[in-house]
């Protein structure tokens, strides 16, 4: 397992956007920096070290995800201007496929998470209408080797600062995930439904994979 690839199951939960972004807690850099601490400690005494079943281990991050993220504004995020054209009706289901996806996509990583994973939550600065909150990574196999880890926050529509994308090793997890969308919505003209059916196949993959691993 690659280093951004464990960062991305231990940081999942927490990834969500609004449109247009609004600087977390009102230009106050301390609340976006307490913001990415709590929700860094939740995860990390969640599954580290706690040989959960895979039911369980679902069922945990699926609860997470709902509880730091709205899986409407991740959405749109996810797919920018298409987000607009498509149907409430659309919108859900799409909402719920995507939301699946990435519960089957990263709760095998989060299998054997060991003890010794740590981090180190540093200074918020203000990027771009947001809060980008500094931290360093130590992993169990490189102690010696600290991952620099940026975490964007905004506050949500509720007022609750949200963490709307986690860049790894240079590897900004939802602006990946976005372009690789983009590219199957410009082949198909727009339209949803391959992506949906694309998602669909890609999650009875994972979970294939997930059970004979569990």
Do not use: C
């Not at 199951?9 to 709590?38: C, E, I, K, N, Y």
């Not at 149907?87 to 998470?113: C, P, W």
């Not at 060991?114 to 909150?133: H, N, Y």
Request: aromatic residues 4%.
């Amino acid at each position: 397992m690659t280093a951004s690839r464990l960062l991305a199951a231990l940081t999942l939960s927490l990834l969500v956007t609004v449109l247009p972004l609004r600087p977390a807690g009102a230009g106050d850099a301390r609340t976006a920096r307490d913001a990415v601490q709590a929700a860094v400690g939740e995860g990390l005494d969640t599954f580290v070290a706690k040989g959960h079943s895979l039911a369980e281990r679902t069922r945990l991050l699926d609860g997470l995800l709902r509880r730091h993220s709205d899986p409407s504004m991740l959405s749109s995020y996810i797919l920018g201007r298409h987000w607009g054209k498509l149907e409430a009706a659309e919108r859900t289901a799409f909402s719920d496929v995507f939301m699946r996806y990435l519960v089957s996509s990263y709760v095998g990583l989060l299998k054997n998470l060991k003890t010794g994973v740590a981090v180190q939550v540093g200074d918020a600065r203000p990027v771009d209408g947001r809060f980008r909150v500094a931290s360093m990574v130590t992993l169990p196999s490189q102690p010696s080797i600290p991952i620099p880890v940026d975490w964007d926050v905004v506050d949500a529509p509720d007022g609750r600062p949200v963490i709307i994308d986690v860049t790894a090793e240079g590897v900004s997890i939802i602006r990946a995930m976005r372009e690789d969308f983009a590219s199957v919505l410009r082949n198909s003209g727009g339209r949803i439904e391959p992506l949906m059916e694309a998602l669909g196949r890609k999650i009875t993959t994972n979970d294939a994979s997930n059970t004979q691993q569990q």
